[in-house]
């Protein structure tokens, strides 16, 4: 098994909007927020948008892969999928690990 298997864990999502709808789609994003409640295994979670307006990336930091799964089974994640769903063109997930930290201050 590799070493890095212990650096730390995240989801990322591309998210690409259906054209003019990247505003109204992150405004969606943070209005469900409140919806999902606790999520077990979750650390980090951050919404980026990208400069041109062509996308939103969201990157999520879980303690684990079964946690990320356990989230995505979750009947408020469904709901929440399935109420933004209607805004997006395309979604590309993928779990990356953490490699290389060069924090400024």
Known sequence: MSS????????????????GRLDEFINSQL???ASLGEIRGL?????????????AIVVAGFDSVEAYEEFQKSPAFQAERTRLKPLLEGVQPAFYRLIYDRSVV
Do not use: M
């Open 4 to 19: 890095f298997t212990s650096k730390p864990l995240v989801h990322v999502n591309i998210l690409t909007p259906k054209p």
């Open 31 to 33: 209005e469900g927020r």
């Open 43 to 55: 650390n980090t979670s951050r919404l980026y948008r990208a400069e041109d307006g062509s996308r």
